[in-house]
T-cell receptor, first 111, second 111 residues
Framework: DGGITQSPKYLFRKEGQNVTLSCEQN?????MYWYRQDPGQGLRLIYY???????QKGDIAEGYSVSREKKESFPLTVTSAQKNPTAFYLC??????????FGQGTRLTVV | DAKTTQPPSMDCAEGRAANLPCNHSTISGNEYVYWYRQIHSQGPQYIIH???NNETNEMASLIITEDRKSSTLILPHATLRDTAVYYCIVRVTDSWGKFQFGAGTQVVVTP
């Protein structure tokens, strides 16, 4: 079945550590997006990528980094520079003229 | 992409129609109206989209005013499983861009 997969579902990070969240899609979609969601809030855009080896900052990119080496994959690294990383992270992909498909999210907690 | 304005919350009785308004007064001629919903702790799910004609699918109906400055999502017979946050987004379908979400409307369906 085609879809978009995020892993892990839950992730715990010690302060000062970098962690990488995985997002993989087999929908042959060109564009991929990362969002952050805090409790009771809407989705805020972190980074997005429209083609391989290219990506743009969203509204809250500080403390995050991404790569897009393959069309299918768009991993997000939460660096130690992100001072408040505890949140729900969502990945999405879009093909031209279609709606966006979302993964089921990764819940990151700093311990 | 144009901004949207939605009421923060609304209640609906089970079995009744739920009418969710969205204002998008700065929408451009080539921007579509999309609706998504997010059930607690899950990824957003696509519902419906339209340009200027009213649209209907198995989940909902979308009514867009003639001037395209506002729209209404109609859930014809709300069930308890329709309790979710509903997001209205406008975007140019034939491109990607930032694809941003607002705060959405929290809909609570009560027995």
């Amino acid at each position: 079945d085609g879809g978009i997969t995020q892993s892990p579902k839950y992730l715990f990070r010690k302060e000062g550590q970098n962690v990488t969240l995985s997002c993989e899609q087999n929908l042959n979609h060109d564009a991929m997006y990362w969002y952050r969601q805090d409790p009771g809030q809407g989705l805020r855009l972190i980074y997005y990528s429209q083609i391989v080896n290219d990506f743009q900052k969203g509204d809250i990119a500080e403390g995050y980094s991404v790569s897009r080496e393959k069309k299918e994959s768009f991993p997000l690294t939460v660096t130690s520079a992100q001072k408040n990383p505890t949140a729900f992270y969502l990945c999405a992909s879009i093909r031209r003229n279609t709606e966006a498909f979302f993964g089921q999210g990764t819940r990151l907690t700093v311990v | 992409d144009a901004k949207t304005t939605q009421p923060p919350s609304m209640d609906c009785a089970e079995g009744r129609a739920a009418n969710l308004p969205c204002n998008h007064s700065t929408i451009s001629g080539n921007e579509y109206v999309y609706w998504y919903r997010q059930i607690h702790s899950q990824g957003p799910q696509y519902i419906i989209h339209g340009l200027k004609n009213n649209e209907t699918n198995e989940m909902a109906s979308l009514i867009i005013t003639e001037d395209r400055k506002s729209s209404t999502l109609i859930l014809p017979h709300a069930t308890l499983r329709d309790t979710a946050v509903y997001y209205c987004i406008v975007r140019v379908t034939d491109s990607w861009g930032k694809f941003q979400f607002g705060a959405g409307t929290q809909v609570v369906v009560t027995p």
